[in-house]
């Protein structure tokens, strides 16, 4: 049986779950989520203990994949939608900046064009000055996508270190070329 899959989900925080043939929904005070669960999964809502307890109908290959998937996926639902997610992403370099004009994020960082983003619906982008970037948001998989969407605008570049990155990041810089022609006179 699958490690991950087969430990219940605790209801913590005030969360509201209510489970309809496959549809899950998981309503919190950051905001609500929904999850559609594969066929051969199957989920429980145990009142008394106060947790989801996830079973799957056979040994096949793709249901013990997909047991601890759907496991992992409610936990992190119930997580966002009580406590939610956050990132923060730090632009470096000289005259790189973010700005948020209406439901867009614009960046110039460094190429002819500013680069506009969309902002999804149910996230919200909040801006510490012109260089870091807060994403928050209820759901784990949107959070990072779009921080990763952020992110791949301006990936940070190996010699200088100028980019946009993750706060705490570490960016490997290589040496360059400072003393290749030293020598040959």
């Known amino acids: 049986m699958s490690r991950i899959g087969k430990k219940p989900v605790p209801i913590t925080g005030g969360a509201k779950i209510s489970v309809q043939d496959h549809l899950v929904r998981v309503e919190g005070a950051k905001g609500k989520l929904?999850?559609?669960?594969?066929?051969?999964?199957?989920?429980?809502?145990?009142?008394?203990?106060?947790?989801?307890?996830?079973?799957?109908?056979?040994?096949?290959?793709?249901?013990?994949a997909l047991h601890g998937l759907t496991r992992a996926i409610l936990a992190n639902m119930v997580q966002g939608a009580t406590e939610g997610y956050k990132k923060t992403l730090e632009i470096q370099g000289v005259g790189y900046k973010?700005?948020?004009?209406?439901?867009?994020?614009?960046?110039?960082?460094?190429?002819?064009?500013?680069?506009?983003?969309?902002?999804?619906?149910?996230?919200?982008?909040?801006?510490?000055?012109?260089?870091?970037?807060?994403v928050a948001g209820p759901d784990k998989q949107l959070v990072g996508q779009f921080a990763s969407d952020i992110r791949r605008a301006r990936k940070p570049e190996p010699y200088k270190g100028k980019g946009i990155r993750y706060e705490g990041e570490v960016v490997k810089i290589k040496p360059g070329k400072a003393f290749a022609g030293a020598g040959a006179k």
């Not at 439901?103 to 801006?127: D, M, R």
């Open 34 to 64: 929904e999850f559609q669960v594969h066929p051969a999964i199957s989920v429980k809502l145990d009142d008394a203990k106060k947790e989801l307890v996830i079973t799957r109908a056979d040994d096949e290959k793709q249901s013990k």
């Open 98 to 134: 973010a700005e948020q004009k209406g439901k867009n994020l614009v960046l110039s960082v460094g190429y002819a064009n500013q680069i506009t983003l969309a902002i999804p619906t149910g996230l919200a982008v909040t801006l510490e000055g012109p260089t870091k970037i807060h």
